[in-house]
């Protein structure tokens, strides 16, 4: 097999990778928005019932609008605080960079490498390129999952610097 080959399967393998990536953030910040909606409007609603509740305790039959006004208001409360505290905001948008900058990069290399007539230099700058792009999207995204030793043996992480820098020799 020719050096040049083994930098295609090479470039291959990475934009594959990076399409599995792309994926995961994609699911991640699908699940993510889903559960900020489905909170926010449980929150909302819970607000409405409590201004409506108040405004029903200045009617003779009080009581019982008053228990639903401090009912609703406590579970809007508490709702909000634990909302707030999973931070699903800051992690809707992390996932959202995070599978546009795959995304991107994806659709940019994958068009790069069906070019006809690479040599080995283009394909050694552009697995530069590549590496150093990943490593810039990788340093300021979440993880996507925690993966096990069993896991990770099966499904191998992005090449490493010294992989690269063998197969380029």
Same mark, same amino acid.
């Given at each position: 097999?020719?050096?040049?080959?083994?930098?295609?399967?090479?470039? +291959?393998?990475?934009?594959?990778?990076?399409?599995?990536?792309?994926?995961?953030?994609?699911?991640?910040?699908?699940? &993510?928005?889903? &559960?900020?909606?489905?909170?926010?409007?449980?929150?909302?609603?819970?607000?409405?019932?409590?201004?409506?509740?108040?405004?029903?305790?200045?009617?003779?039959?009080?009581?019982?609008?008053?228990?639903?006004?401090?009912?609703?208001?406590?579970?809007?409360?508490?709702?909000?605080?634990?909302?707030?505290?999973?931070?699903?905001?800051? +992690?809707?948008?992390?996932?959202?960079?995070? &599978?546009?900058? &795959?995304?991107?990069?994806?659709?940019?290399?994958?068009?790069?490498?069906?070019?006809?007539?690479?040599?080995?230099?283009?394909?050694?700058?552009?697995?530069?390129?590549?590496?150093?792009?990943?490593?810039?999207?990788?340093?300021?995204?979440?993880?996507?999952?925690?993966?096990?030793?069993?896991?990770?043996?099966?499904?191998?992480?992005?090449?490493?610097?010294?992989e690269l820098e063998r197969l380029t020799l």
């Amino acid at each position: 097999m020719s050096n040049i080959i083994k930098k295609n399967v090479m470039v +291959k393998t990475l934009l594959k990778d990076i399409d599995r990536r792309k994926k995961e953030h994609y699911k991640k910040f699908m699940k &993510y928005k889903r &559960y900020n909606t489905l909170s926010k409007t449980f929150i909302n609603t819970m607000n409405a019932v409590s201004v409506s509740s108040l405004v029903l305790t200045f009617t003779p039959t009080a009581p019982i609008a008053i228990i639903i006004a401090i009912s609703s208001t406590s579970i809007s409360s508490v709702s909000s605080a634990v909302l707030n505290s999973f931070q699903l905001d800051n +992690k809707i948008q992390s996932h959202n960079t995070s &599978y546009l900058q &795959y995304a991107d990069i994806y659709r940019e290399y994958n068009a790069k490498i069906r070019r006809n007539h690479l040599t080995s230099d283009d394909y050694d700058d552009l697995l530069c390129e590549l590496n150093a792009r990943l490593g810039l999207i990788e340093d300021s995204s979440l993880p996507i999952r925690v993966i096990s030793e069993r896991i990770s043996n099966s499904n191998p992480p992005i090449m490493s610097v010294l992989e690269l820098e063998r197969l380029t020799l």
